[in-house]
């Protein structure tokens, strides 16, 4: 587990935002609330929406990798 995931509000934000990109929400609308949270200066909450993106774009890249070998 990733040391960052250890605090409830960084996994919780995490959490949140890996199902929010499940059921539809587009990679830009993250970083659009990421932007949000980061000017209301809520920074455990920018720690977990931003791994959520780091670990969208891993496997949005490995599954592109994937069906185009």
């Keep these: ?3 960052g ?5 960084i ?12 059921i539809g ?3 830009q ?3 659009i609330m990421l932007y949000e949270y980061e000017d209301k200066e809520m ?3 920018c720690a ?3 791994l959520a993106i780091e ?11 994937t069906i185009n070998k």
């Design 1 to 3: 587990m990733n040391k």
């Design 5 to 9: 995931l250890k605090n409830k509000i």
């Design 11 to 22: 996994k919780e934000y995490y959490e949140l935002t890996l199902y929010e990109f499940e």
């Design 25 to 27: 929400f587009s990679l």
């Design 29 to 31: 609308d993250i970083e």
């Design 43 to 45: 920074y455990l909450e």
């Design 48 to 50: 977990g929406i931003h």
């Design 55 to 65: 670990y969208i774009i891993l496997y949005t890249y490995i599954e592109h990798l």
